[in-house]
């Protein structure tokens, strides 16, 4: 895959719907379940897209938005904010 997803969700099953649409849509798409591991996964994988939780187990989806709204190299990527 040429483009790359990172879905930031900690609900497994949930996850994996994302994960099989972000793949019809021909990205290769990376996991992550906490907000630490997704803005590791941000700053270290530089995805074209962000699909973001607003409910995570360490913190706040909110949190993660921010910072990588900050952060120059990431700042660009648009993000896909969602709640259940």
Same mark, same amino acid.
């Given at each position: 895959f040429r483009r790359?997803? !990172?879905? *930031? @969700? &900690? &609900? @497994?099953i949930f996850a994996k719907v994302l994960l099989d649409a972000a793949h019809d849509m021909k990205f290769g #798409? +990376?996991?992550a379940t906490t907000a630490d591991e997704g803005l =590791? +996964? #941000?700053?270290?994988? +530089?995805? %074209? #897209? *962000?699909? !973001? &939780?607003? =409910?995570l187990p360490d /913190?706040?989806? +909110?949190?993660v938005l921010d910072q !990588?709204? %900050?952060?120059?190299?990431? =700042? /660009?990527?648009?993000?896909?904010? *969602?709640?259940s």
């Open positions: 790359k997803m !990172l879905i *930031i @969700e &900690d &609900d @497994e #798409a +990376l996991v =590791r +996964l #941000a700053k270290t994988h +530089l995805p %074209q #897209a *962000i699909v !973001l &939780d607003v =409910r /913190h706040s989806g +909110l949190v !990588l709204k %900050q952060y120059p190299q990431t =700042r /660009h990527i648009p993000i896909h904010v *969602i709640s």
